[in-house]
């Protein structure tokens, strides 16, 4: 009986341990085809208590150029080789580079954490959707790891008892836009005022107007009014709305502004309400920010950060409809 219960114990101790060890990761989940990777390696533990003195990083085909930072404390080694193909980089193409990147001599408790970081390019050959595995050996005083496992078709790197540190191709837009929606989800206040959402719709070039949007709640118990927009990239910024008239969407200046009473959450939205940027010296993208304000008569002039939505998009977030 007593031999069982020390046979459970310790194969539940055996799991912990091999769930709980030395894990070796990347801060950075994610990157696109062409930009450039901070790969920050993350040491959380040691071996078995010993700490580490040597970490080395398998630079994976596809990521170009890698340099590593150099760390206090520790000496760092890089071995070059040819990469499978030649790249467009840069600086022009690139047909060799460091293929692997070691620090030594430092010491790194168990019970501490450290980064380890290099910089490279994100070969635009990558397609979204792909993972890129950078397999790192861990040694320390006594023993070591070698974190270089990749998943098989199907197989989930949890299962793996030593999966190489990873991270996913995502498409351009896609993260600028993740980065957009979060500078702008945090409501702005301004007195009695919550802004949400400010959001433009991107132009091509050469247009000459551009739609501004947002939702404004006024929380307090008096009313204000909103009178006009600027962006750096506009000479003016007015309110207009939309309306049918003779069955036709027509909008025109609402030139005493908007008013916005208490309790009350005034939208501006495409087909209603909206700010209208005229006199353009300039064209916002899609997945840029911008910086510009909204004028009210009694909360004054607040600074907001719009998100650029693409051309002809219907919500901040992209969604396609009819051009405005
Ligand atoms: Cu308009």
Redesign the pocket.
């Known amino acids: 009986m007593k031999s069982l219960v020390s046979a459970v114990l310790g194969l539940g101790l055996g799991l912990v341990a091999s769930a709980a060890q030395a894990h070796a990761v990347l801060e950075r989940k994610q990157a696109s085809p062409g930009s450039s990777y901070r790969g920050v390696v993350q040491i959380m533990h040691g071996c078995s208590g010993k700490p580490t003195t040597r970490v080395s990083v398998t630079i994976p085909e596809g990521l170009i150029g890698a340099k590593p930072m150099p760390k206090p404390g520790w000496t760092v080694a890089t071995t070059r080789g040819a990469y499978a193909r030649t790249y467009t980089t840069h600086h022009g193409t690139a047909s060799e580079g460091v293929t692997a990147i070691t620090w030594s001599g430092g010491s790194l408790p168990d019970d501490a954490v450290d980064e380890f970081t290099f910089l490279a390019q994100v070969a635009d050959t990558f397609e979204p959707g792909a993972t890129v595995y950078v397999p790192v050996q861990q040694d320390c005083t006594e023993g070591g790891y070698s974190w270089s496992e990749i998943p098989k078709a199907g197989q989930d790197a949890h299962d793996l008892k030593a999966a190489a540190p990873a991270f996913r191709i995502v498409p351009a837009a896609a993260q600028t836009t993740a980065a957009a929606a979060t500078a702008t989800a945090t409501p702005v206040k301004a007195g009695d005022l919550s802004i949400e959402t400010p959001w433009l719709r991107a132009t091509p070039n050469g247009a000459k107007?551009a739609?501004g949007y947002v939702r404004i709640t006024n929380t307090g118990s008096t009313p204000d009014t909103l009178t006009g927009a600027a962006v750096p990239f506009a000479k003016t910024g007015?309110i207009?709305s939309?309306a049918m008239e003779g069955g036709v969407m027509k909008?025109?200046?609402v030139s005493e502004g908007l008013t916005i009473k208490p309790g009350e959450t005034v939208e501006l939205k495409p087909g209603g309400y909206?700010?209208?940027f005229e006199g353009l010296t300039g064209a916002p993208k899609a997945g840029e920010t911008v910086s510009g304000t909204l004028t009210f008569q009694r909360a004054g002039t607040v600074p907001v950060t719009f998100s650029v939505a693409p051309i002809g998009a219907s919500t901040p977030g992209g969604q396609h409809q009819h051009q405005?």
């Open positions: 107007v739609g007015d207009h939309m909008m025109a200046p909206h700010l209208m405005h």
